[in-house]
């Protein structure tokens, strides 16, 4: 598809696209990858540190342990959103601060401050599952095509 | 040129604290694991469960285990080699049905979790220094056995 829109355009264009296409600036895929690694791995490895405090301190065993983590990481990102810390985090490392459930947190609350001055229910109300709606959505979706497969494969396909 | 040193520093630092890892496992060779048997004077005897330990520290990948119980009902709780933690749902069955062979007149609950483990540990040890009645004994074996049920 790409090629058919090439082929379009005038030739200086085309010209334009070669030319630039040899001088642009490569991403460091790998070096990205290392930092979400890296942090991403981090976030998960506090994320495993106060699953472990809720075990040893409160009445949670490791199935319960889930839902306290993951309210208080979502209480921190929301403080580190506030202070403007987890933006940065995100500019280092991509993915890596996205894909926790650190994340989804941020998605949520980055909507919220930044509409807050169209009001509660319009403003913020109205705009902050902007971009985390679409996410809960197609979790749930996919969630459901999921356990559909496993219930079909446990009832009939006899494993 | 700062970060790329950090970002190698670290790397080389995790590398390093596997292999040292790795290492120590490879100087200790296995062993039995310590099993700790109970003797209490009050409540129930808990001989059956000093032989459920013996019997699962047999296995090769429980590295841990503790017991208790009371006359019908014997909770357990084990720790599993790391790597063997994909397949802990077969895991537990094969070592509950293990236990549930050589006591036919118990009712078995084997558990991998950590804080059932942490708990039965607590209780081990209260037995041991003869803290806790056989009553007491009763309540805190339902009270693990609805911990260990709980869904959410």
Redesign the interface.
């Known amino acids: 598809m790409a090629n058919n829109k090439k082929k379009n355009l005038p030739p200086q264009a085309q010209e334009y696209q070669a030319f630039q296409s040899k001088r642009e600036v490569k991403r460091p895929i790998f070096?990205n990858c290392?930092?979400a690694f890296?942090i991403g791995g981090t976030i998960c490895l506090i994320g495993q540190c106060i699953s472990?405090f809720y075990?040893?301190y409160f009445?949670?065993?490791?199935?319960?342990?889930g839902?306290p983590t993951t309210a208080t990481l979502i209480f921190l990102t929301m403080l580190l959103t506030g202070f403007g810390i987890y933006d940065r985090l995100g500019q280092f490392a991509g993915a890596g601060s996205a894909v926790p459930v650190t994340g989804f947190g941020n998605a949520v609350i980055s909507a919220a401050i930044e509409h807050r001055t169209e009001g509660f229910i319009l403003g913020v109300g109205g705009n902050m599952l902007k971009l985390a709606g679409p996410v809960i959505v197609y979790g749930v979706f996919s969630a459901f095509i999921v356990a559909l497969i496993k219930t079909i494969l446990l009832k009939w396909g006899g494993f | 040129m700062l970060k790329r040193y950090f970002?190698l520093y670290?790397l080389i630092l995790s590398l390093l604290a596997a292999c040292s890892n790795e290492l120590s496992r490879e100087q200790s060779p296995s062993q039995d694991i310590e099993v700790k048997h109970i003797s209490s004077n009050q409540g129930s005897s808990q001989e059956p469960s000093n032989q459920a330990k013996d019997i699962l520290s047999k296995n090769e990948d429980v590295t841990a285990v503790k017991a208790i119980n009371n006359k019908d009902r014997m909770i357990i709780g084990v720790k599993v080699k790391h790597h063997k933690r994909f397949n802990l749902e077969k895991m537990k069955k094969k070592l509950t049905k293990k236990v549930e062979e050589s006591f036919p007149d118990y009712k078995i609950e084997l558990s991998t979790?950590?804080?059932?483990y942490?708990e039965i540990e607590k209780i081990e040890e209260k037995l041991q220094s003869n803290d806790l009645k056989s009553k007491e004994l009763e309540k805190e074996i339902d009270r693990i056995s609805k911990?260990?049920k709980?869904?959410?």
């Open positions: 070096k290392l930092k890296l472990t075990i040893y009445n949670f065993t490791e199935q319960t342990a839902n | 970002i670290i979790d950590k804080k059932i942490l911990l260990s709980e869904q959410t």
